[in-house]
């Protein structure tokens, strides 16, 4: 830690705030379907993967705060949604089982290539964290195969809403894979595989494999950036959901709860 | 003791043979009888074992009870999971709230066990609820409108919960028995969550302070009609005779009152009930009725403040999604003919 130099530094925050943003919402959209998905045994499955993403939220969090930012409540309870760095499409309320089945497993795809990359880095507090959180990515990953696939091969109707699912997020997909501003710290840190352009590719072999093993329509490229939630660019839906996420704790912030 | 087993055994051997030779009156009312002497010995009944149908019918609807109250149970504290103040109580209530659902979905594979002779399963256990065939805890229908609340549903329903089901443990069906373990250690978990949030309350500010008083003055009294009435019902009864429950309503609601009143005062809280005091010579509480008319209208009508709005969330999951269930039986379905081997 000590002998990280300033740039080092604030290349690691670059890298490390917009994974902790991306796990943070998509807990906290999880954790909204408790008790209210298709069965008593996917809410014991998805509730689970809920907290483990909040937990490598808090992990990123945390190691944030070892670089200096504020701690990783503070992080969580008192930034405005211009501080954000979350992908705009993980911000979506959520809509039917479908929908969040279709969000999940393309963001889970990308969370799995990106854990991998992490793996590449010369900051071992990183990779440490790293390493055990793969471990219950890999387990997120099947969950949500396995449910698209289910989807995609169960009735007439649970195909129909997972393709109406895929072509609603796909067209609000593109800053998932991207960086706010240049892409210069990928150099710094020796991490060139997460650049956009490579996990864009990676990404999309592996969505074409899939979409054509379940000969779903394939929806096309994903579109450039429009709002780019890495610059702090997010919709009325991360407001909303911050001012739900923050109304206890801005009863009294300087009170511990 | 081992004696008296083995001539039990001997006679339901025997018992067994003359009823598969056929005749049932005279059979049925002599196993009843053996059935009602392992009971009284202190022996515990396995899900295979024979059982009288009162029996059963008194299990089912017991433990179908106790499994919906804990899915219904989820939904006021739910609510709070995304307005949780801090990560570490996020991440606790979230655990909590999936540790209830854990609980409902166990006991209601007991009570889908117990319902196979009536061909009724999962989606008829839970149809119920939706069509107000099976009841769910009285404090489950009340509003939890602050963060209080959802500290205060752990401290208190969870607290009441441990009382009744610590009495449970030693229920004569055994598979309920052995279940309850389980759930009545992470029960004293959630009440340990809960109380955490309350002290932390007490000690803050005013604000935090007047929440979490106003939170008990709202669930004490649900709290009283949680263990239900002095006299017991029918049902209460037989179950008390069957071992299935061990303890009076009125022993149980004692024990929390006696458990309480000091964890409530020593918070620097009141409790909302001014006839509330303790024989010095019996040590038996005093205390207000609750409204029994209304908490009983309630819980047999479906018309407590947010009893609606709670099956409807539930009618949400269960009904609303029937299709997402039948999609994934149909695609496993096929999935299990496509790797059927060519015959």
Same mark, same amino acid.
């Given at each position: 830690?000590?002998?990280?130099?300033?740039?080092?530094?604030?290349?690691?925050?670059?890298?490390?705030?917009?994974?902790?943003?991306?796990?943070?919402?998509?807990?906290?959209?999880?954790?909204?379907?408790?008790?209210?998905?298709?069965?008593?045994?996917?809410?014991?499955?998805?509730?689970?993967?809920?907290?483990? *993403?909040?937990?490598?939220?808090?992990? !990123?969090?945390?190691?944030?705060?070892?670089?200096?930012?504020?701690?990783?409540?503070?992080?969580? !309870?008192?930034?405005?949604?211009?501080?954000?760095?979350?992908?705009?499409?993980?911000?979506?309320?959520?809509?039917?089982?479908?929908?969040?089945?279709?969000?999940? !497993?393309? !963001? @889970?795809?990308?969370?799995?290539?990106?854990?991998?990359?992490l793996l590449g880095s010369w900051y071992q507090p990183l990779t440490d964290g790293v390493r055990k959180i793969r471990m219950e990515e890999k387990y997120h990953?099947?969950?949500?195969?396995?449910?698209?696939?289910?989807?995609?091969?169960?009735? @007439?109707?649970?195909?129909?809403?997972?393709?109406?699912?895929?072509?609603?997020?796909?067209?609000?997909?593109?800053?998932?894979?991207?960086?706010?501003?240049?892409?210069?710290?990928?150099?710094?840190?020796?991490?060139?595989?997460?650049?956009?352009?490579?996990?864009?590719?990676?990404?999309?072999?592996?969505?074409?494999?899939?979409?054509?093993?379940? @000969?779903?329509?394939?929806?096309?490229?994903?579109?450039?950036?429009?709002?780019?939630?890495?610059?702090? *660019?997010?919709?009325?839906?991360?407001?909303?959901?911050?001012?739900?996420?923050? @109304?206890?704790?801005?009863?009294?912030?300087?009170?511990?709860? | 003791?081992?004696?008296?087993?083995?001539?039990? $055994?001997?006679?339901?051997?025997? %018992?067994?043979?003359?009823?598969?030779?056929?005749?049932?009156?005279?059979?049925?009312?002599? +196993?009843?009888?053996?059935?009602?002497?392992?009971?009284?010995?202190?022996?515990?009944?396995?899900?295979?074992?024979?059982?009288?149908?009162?029996?059963?019918?008194?299990?089912?609807?017991?433990?179908?009870?106790?499994?919906?109250?804990?899915?219904?149970? $989820? =939904?006021?504290?739910?609510?709070?999971?995304? &307005?949780?103040?801090?990560?570490?109580?996020?991440?606790?209530?979230? $655990?909590?709230?999936?540790?209830?659902?854990?609980?409902?979905?166990?006991? %209601?594979?007991? #009570?889908?066990?117990?319902?196979?002779?009536?061909?009724?399963?999962?989606?008829?256990?839970?149809?119920?609820?939706?069509?107000?065939?099976? &009841?769910?805890?009285? /404090?489950?229908?009340?509003?939890?409108?602050?963060?209080?609340?959802?500290?205060?549903?752990?401290?208190? /329903?969870?607290?009441?919960?441990?009382?009744?089901? #610590?009495?449970?443990?030693?229920?004569?069906?055994?598979?309920?028995?052995?279940?309850?373990?389980?759930?009545?250690?992470?029960?004293?978990?959630?009440?340990?969550?809960?109380?955490? /949030?309350?002290?932390?309350?007490?000690?803050?500010?005013? #604000?935090?302070?007047?929440?979490?008083?106003?939170a008990i003055n709202r669930w004490w009294e649900p709290m009283m009609f949680f263990f239900g009435p002095v006299q017991m019902g029918k049902g209460a009864q037989?179950?008390?005779? =069957?071992?299935?429950?061990?303890?009076?309503?009125?022993?149980?609601?004692? &024990?929390?009152?006696?458990?309480?009143?000091?964890?409530?005062?020593?918070?620097?809280?009141?409790?909302?009930?001014?006839?509330?005091?303790?024989?010095?010579?019996? &040590?038996?509480?005093?205390?207000?009725?609750?409204?029994?008319?209304?908490?009983?209208?309630?819980?047999?009508?479906?018309?407590?403040?947010?009893?609606? $709005?709670?099956?409807?969330?539930? +009618?949400? #999951?269960?009904?609303?999604?029937?299709?997402?269930?039948?999609?994934?039986?149909?695609?496993?379905?096929?999935?299990?003919?496509?790797?059927?081997?060519?015959?």
């Open positions: 830690m000590e002998n990280l130099g300033e740039s080092e530094t604030r290349a690691l925050i670059q890298l490390i705030k917009p994974i902790a943003d991306d796990e943070w919402i998509v807990g906290h959209r999880g954790s909204e379907w408790l008790a209210l998905t298709p069965d008593l045994e996917e809410d014991l499955a998805f509730s689970s993967i809920s907290q483990d *993403e909040m937990g490598h939220a808090q992990f !990123y969090y945390e190691l944030l705060h070892s670089l200096g930012l504020p701690s990783a409540d503070e992080l969580v !309870y008192l930034r405005p949604a211009s501080d954000w760095t979350n992908a705009h499409v993980l911000e979506t309320p959520n809509r039917d089982w479908a929908h969040t089945v279709a969000l999940r !497993y393309l !963001y @889970e795809v990308l969370d799995d290539i990106r854990h991998e990359a990953l099947q969950h949500f195969t396995t449910g698209f696939q289910l989807l995609a091969t169960g009735t @007439e109707l649970s195909r129909q809403r997972l393709i109406e699912g895929i072509a609603d997020i796909w067209p609000r997909l593109s800053d998932l894979f991207a960086w706010g501003g240049s892409e210069e710290f990928l150099e710094k840190l020796g991490l060139p595989n997460l650049a956009q352009s490579q996990l864009k590719h990676s990404w999309t072999i592996r969505m074409e494999k899939t979409f054509h093993d379940l @000969e779903l329509p394939w929806p096309g490229p994903v579109p450039g950036v429009k709002v780019n939630g890495r610059n702090g *660019e997010h919709t009325q839906d991360l407001s909303d959901l911050l001012d739900v996420m923050t @109304e206890v704790h801005q009863i009294d912030v300087s009170s511990p709860w | 003791m081992i004696f008296f087993k083995q001539a039990i $055994a001997l006679r339901n051997f025997c %018992l067994c043979n003359r009823v598969t030779e056929g005749g049932h009156s005279v059979e049925e009312t002599e +196993r009843t009888q053996i059935f009602m002497e392992r009971i009284n010995a202190g022996e515990k009944i396995e899900a295979n074992d024979w059982m009288p149908d009162e029996y059963r019918n008194l299990l089912i609807k017991q433990i179908h009870m106790h499994g919906i109250s804990e899915i219904m149970g $989820a =939904y006021p504290e739910k609510e709070w999971v995304p &307005k949780a103040p801090s990560i570490r109580r996020k991440l606790a209530l979230n $655990a909590k709230v999936q540790d209830e659902i854990g609980h409902g979905q166990m006991l %209601l594979r007991l #009570a889908e066990d117990l319902s196979r002779p009536y061909g009724r399963g999962r989606e008829e256990l839970m149809d119920d609820v939706l069509d107000g065939r099976v &009841k769910f805890h009285n /404090v489950f229908h009340m509003e939890a409108p602050t963060w209080a609340d959802a500290g205060v549903i752990g401290f208190l /329903v969870d607290g009441g919960a441990i009382i009744t089901q #610590a009495m449970l443990l030693d229920s004569s069906y055994a598979p309920y028995a052995r279940m309850l373990k389980r759930i009545v250690a992470e029960e004293s978990f959630h009440m340990q969550h809960g109380e955490a /949030v309350v002290l932390a309350l007490a000690e803050g500010s005013q #604000a935090q302070r007047d929440m979490l008083q106003g037989r179950m008390m005779e =069957y071992k299935i429950r061990t303890k009076s309503n009125e022993e149980l609601r004692q &024990k929390f009152i006696n458990r309480y009143v000091p964890r409530i005062t020593s918070l620097g809280m009141t409790i909302p009930d001014p006839e509330l005091r303790q024989d010095p010579d019996t &040590k038996e509480w005093h205390y207000s009725q609750p409204d029994w008319e209304r908490y009983n209208e309630m819980v047999h009508l479906n018309s407590g403040p947010m009893s609606q $709005a709670r099956i409807a969330m539930r +009618r949400q #999951a269960h009904e609303g999604q029937r299709w997402v269930r039948e999609a994934m039986n149909k695609a496993s379905e096929r999935q299990v003919s496509e790797h059927q081997p060519a015959i």
